[in-house]
T-cell receptor, first 111, second 117 residues
């Protein structure tokens, strides 16, 4: 248990669906991250939020829409996804310049 | 840009064998280096880190030394256990190249380790 929780743990959706991934951290951290983990590829940083402000968008397609209402919660809204978006989506949090703590991930399958 | 290269897996060992997973990096300046571990069905956990040249990170019997002259951060353990079976990721953080976010991590592709009884 790292103090970072993600829901749901598994999600299957069609290409026309709209769904959201949720991440919550109970560590008092100020920075939160979304990563994509695909088979045989390095982890890809998608978004970074620092004190609720987005500080990085790593050329992510607009069908992925992040939301950070406060320092403890992070969402990833999904719509009109493609099968190649199937992956493990990991959330992480940290204090400034300190180690990142990862959640268990959401395994997403797009049909 | 920054990059991390780690040895291709999978690596299969018998219990109590010696483990080495090679990791080399390319980065300007003075990055911090990390090893993360991902057990089946879980997220990544920080295993150890080193923030400057010649530092040795260690945890749970694992060690890695930050070698600037060879740009390497190889992971070693003298005697592996079945419970060490996991995917291991080498990563770096380079504040010089992080732009607006000082916390961006660059990961290697990961190395799957399987330890048999």
């Amino acid at each position: 248990e790292t103090g970072v929780t993600q829901t749901p743990r598994h999600l299957v959706m069609g290409m026309t669906n709209k769904k959201s991934l949720k991440c919550e951290q109970h560590l008092g951290h100020n920075a939160m991250y979304w990563y994509k983990q695909s088979a045989k590829k390095p982890l890809e940083l998608m978004f970074v939020y620092n004190f609720k402000e987005q500080t990085e968008n790593n050329s992510v397609p607009s069908r992925f829409s992040p939301e950070c209402p406060n320092s403890s919660h992070l969402f990833l809204h999904l719509h009109t996804l493609q099968p190649e978006d199937s992956a493990l989506y990991l959330c992480a949090s940290s204090r400034l310049d300190n180690e990142q703590f990862f959640g268990p991930g959401t395994r997403l399958t797009v049909l | 840009g920054d990059s991390v290269t780690q040895m291709e897996g999978p690596v299969t060992l018998s219990e109590e064998a010696f483990l080495t997973i090679n990791c080399t990096y390319t980065a300007t300046g003075y990055p911090s280096l990390f090893w993360y571990v991902q057990y089946p069905g879980e997220g990544l956990q920080l295993l150890l880190k080193a923030t400057k040249a010649d530092d040795k990170g260690s945890n749970k019997g694992f060690e890695a030394t930050y070698r600037k002259e060879t740009t390497s951060f190889h992971l070693e353990k003298g005697s592996v256990q079945v419970s060490d079976s996991a995917v291991y990721f080498c990563a770096l953080r380079n504040p010089r190249n992080s732009g607006g976010s000082n916390y961006k991590l660059t990961f290697g592709k990961g190395t799957l380790l399987t330890v048999n009884p």
